[in-house]
């Protein structure tokens, strides 16, 4: 398993981490997907090789990842 972190930018509620926990797990290769948006990390973990799907689930909920 791999583990994926990143910097969004925007998210800064409850709301935000829930949909963007939700689209991100719902992904088939993720199994955990963890956010907190005090520090705007998303962390999932996974199969090898989502990086580049799990920064366009997070962009197609209206979000970018810091780069």
Do not use: K
């Amino acid at each position: 398993m791999v583990e994926y972190t990143f910097q969004v930018a925007d998210m800064n509620c409850r709301g935000c981490e829930n949909m963007l926990r939700e689209g991100v797990t719902s992904l088939q290769g993720i199994a955990t997907v963890e956010t907190d948006s005090p520090t705007n990390t998303l962390v999932a973990r996974g199969e090898s090789g989502m990086e580049d799907r799990v920064r366009q689930a997070i962009a197609e909920h209206g979000y970018s990842v810091a780069e």
